[in-house]
């Protein structure tokens, strides 16, 4: 440790608050992530943690000034997470950082714009760099902060920076998922599942969103309504319907209808109920999801079709005419003719919900003999 008097200890502290405290004030973002870089190994703060062995009461300085004080939580951590850096005790500086982190995310929150946000990735790498020194049991902390940046991204609605912060917990070699605590897993999982919708990758997202709900404690029912919120639509896309008592339970009753026309074959009430709802909808990011479900809607019209005809003649019944379908949606109050009718039905063959052809003069699809209908079984239309 390089010699310091009692006079330049104090004086490098009173810095770094003042650099604090105006970073703040004045929105600085560049000066402000510099001051949570332990990793870079900056003159600054080496010089700091220095000082802060030296002179022993920098708690005062920090409390007897409002400008610092009110920001204790995140800097005191801080200042002792520095001490331990310096000495190579990484377990104990990634300890204290992490209450530096937590008390920041929860500052972060308060503020009314994004100005830190640099300061926040800043604080990511280095739980992650921190966890990777000291790799002591503490390092799955680094999932709750993970969860808190998680929060804000969705809040502010900047989901795209998940990314970066994903990959530092999906790629980091020390962490074993299942060694994180159960809340910050379902947490985890939750969000990340939510990205999946958003990215339309829905096969990952039932297994996400599945993960967060089975794990989820049974005596939050809030929050298993927040996971429901999002799997019910991805177990719908994927062919999975749930019973009305679910709905009812979990006050999901916007997907009784769009439930009902999958039963049902019945588009119109599929259109109505994304109608009724589309606000709700929207704000919750399903709607697009909801309303791929059309395919299957019509697939199911078809289905209901084939089975009253092989009801009545076995022999002809994987012949089912256009005119059939066009007086079925005449009866939904849907006007199609002949060629619109023809062409859904194209559509639904070429994404494989209905196997057979065109025989295209006389206007009858020829149905498979066998499995005319496939199963989704857990993929998405559109895949």
């Known amino acids: 440790m390089a010699y310091l008097s009692m006079g330049e200890s104090h004086r490098r502290i009173t810095e770094f608050l003042n650099r604090f405290s ?88 308060n503020w009314e714009s994004a100005w830190a946000l640099e300061a926040l990735f800043v604080i990511v790498y280095e739980i992650r760099v921190l966890a990777e020194k000291g790799k002591g049991a503490k390092r799955v902390g680094a999932l709750y902060v993970t969860c808190q940046l998680f929060k804000i991204y969705f809040k502010l609605g900047t989901v795209h920076l998940c990314r970066s912060v994903i990959r530092s917990i999906e790629t980091a070699r020390i962490f074993d998922f299942e060694e ?25 997202a039932d297994y996400k969103l599945s993960y967060a709900l089975k794990h989820c404690n049974p005596q939050h029912e809030a929050n298993i309504r927040m996971i429901l919120k999002y799997l019910i639509p991805v177990k ?4 999975i319907l749930p019973n009305h008592r679910l709905l009812e339970k979990y006050n999901l009753l916007e997907y009784g ?70 007086k079925a949606l005449k009866w939904l109050d849907i006007d199609m003719d002949v060629d619109e009718v023809e062409c859904i039905m194209a559509i639904l063959i070429y994404k494989n919900l209905v196997k057979g052809y065109f025989a295209h003069k006389s206007k009858v699809a020829v149905l498979s003999k066998q499995d005319p209908f496939p199963k989704l079984n857990g993929k998405p239309v559109n895949s």
């Open 236 to 239: 719908l896309s994927i062919g």
């Open 257 to 326: 209808n769009i439930v009902q026309a999958l039963k049902r074959g019945d588009p119109r009430l599929l259109r109505c109920a994304l109608q009724d709802h589309e606000d709700w909808f929207l704000r919750s990011g399903v709607y697009l999801v909801l309303e791929k479900i059309e395919l299957q809607v019509y697939q199911r019209l078809v289905k209901k079709i084939y089975i009253i005809q092989k009801q009545r003649d076995p022999a002809r019944a994987h012949q089912v005419k256009l005119e059939v379908i066009v």
């Open 22 to 109: 105006d970073a703040v004030s004045y929105q600085n973002a560049v000066s402000f992530k510099s001051l949570f870089a332990l990793s870079s190994n900056s003159h600054f703060l080496l010089s700091l943690a220095d000082a802060l062995s030296l002179f022993n009461d920098a708690n005062r300085l920090i409390n007897q000034n409002e400008n610092f004080s009110q920001f204790a939580d995140i800097i005191v951590p801080l200042f002792r997470s520095l001490q331990h850096y310096k000495q190579s005790n990484f377990v104990e500086a990634y300890n204290a950082f992490e209450k530096t982190a937590n008390a920041f995310v929860q500052e972060f929150r």
């Open 180 to 204: 994180f605590p159960k809340r910050d897993k379902v947490t985890y999982m939750y969000y990340t599942g939510r990205l999946e919708v958003f990215n339309e990758n829905f096969p990952s």
